[in-house]
Structures are given as structure tokens and as C-alpha cells.
């Protein structure tokens, strides 16, 4: 069974930094892609990032290229979103997903995904 977890939300300051983990099981993070997304109040679904097995990361929204990375670590199957420079309009619950898909698509993951409850990033002074 697909599972993802994730953790390291917090409250935080204007340009502070953040690393949110995903923890994965029933799948291996390094067979498939993952995606990280965020959902704000009353806003959509914004795609954040993709790291897919064999290609470098995808970069769905422009406003965190430069200040967010995604990695991952096969040998403990975590997925990790770095954020720096955080700003208010980065608070949002954040998640991370799978569609056990080999690339990054953002409308086949939001299609047929799983994702976690998700971890809440507030950005406040």
C-alpha cells in the first residue's frame, strides 16, 4: 500500500528556512516520481516540485525556483522540500505525492495521486 507521510511544518519568520520530509512506504522514492504541492485557504492546488528517477527536478511554479530544492534520500526512502527565503504567501499546507508515475505530470498526479494529510508551513513575524 502507497503511503506518504509528511512532517516539519512549523511557524517561521520572513526569510527564514524550512526542510519539510516525506516519508515513504509501499513504494521505492528512487523507482518513482515525487511531487511536492501546497494548498493555501481558499486557493487551488499549487504544484511546487517534481523529482522524478531519472531526471534532474521539475519546477512547476516559478515564485520558489531559487529558493526551494527538492531531494531525496533512497537509503531511509524520504523526500525532502529545502525552503530559504521564506515569504507570508508561502504559508500553506504542504504535501508531498505520488501517482507511482516514472515522470512529472502535473495533471496524472492530481488525476490518480496519493498523497498525506499534509504539514502546515505558516511564514509570520
Known amino acids: 500500500q502507497v503511503q506518504v507521510v509528511e512532517s516539519g511544518g512549523d511557524l517561521v519568520q520572513p526569510g527564514g528556512s524550512l526542510r519539510l520530509s516525506c516519508e515513504a512506504s509501499?513504494?521505492?522514492?528512487?523507482?518513482?516520481?515525487v511531487t511536492w504541492f501546497r494548498q493555501a485557504p481558499g486557493k487551488e492546488r499549487e504544484g511546487l516540485l517534481c523529482?522524478?528517477?531519472?531526471?534532474?527536478?521539475?519546477y512547476y511554479a516559478d515564485s520558489v525556483k531559487g529558493r526551494f530544492t527538492i531531494s531525496r534520500d533512497n537509503a531511509k526512502n524520504m523526500v525532502y522540500l529545502q525552503m530559504q527565503s521564506l515569504k507570508p504567501e508561502d504559508t500553506a499546507v504542504y504535501y508531498c505525492?505520488?501517482?507511482?508515475?516514472?515522470?512529472?505530470?502535473?495533471?496524472?498526479?492530481?488525476?490518480?495521486?496519493?498523497w498525506g494529510q499534509g504539514t502546515q508551513v505558516t511564514v509570520s513575524s
Open positions: 523529482i522524478s528517477r531519472s531526471d534532474g527536478p521539475t
Open positions: 505525492a505520488t501517482d507511482q508515475g516514472y515522470g512529472c505530470y502535473w495533471n496524472r498526479l492530481i488525476a490518480s495521486g496519493s
Open positions: 509501499g513504494f521505492a522514492v528512487d523507482d518513482y516520481a
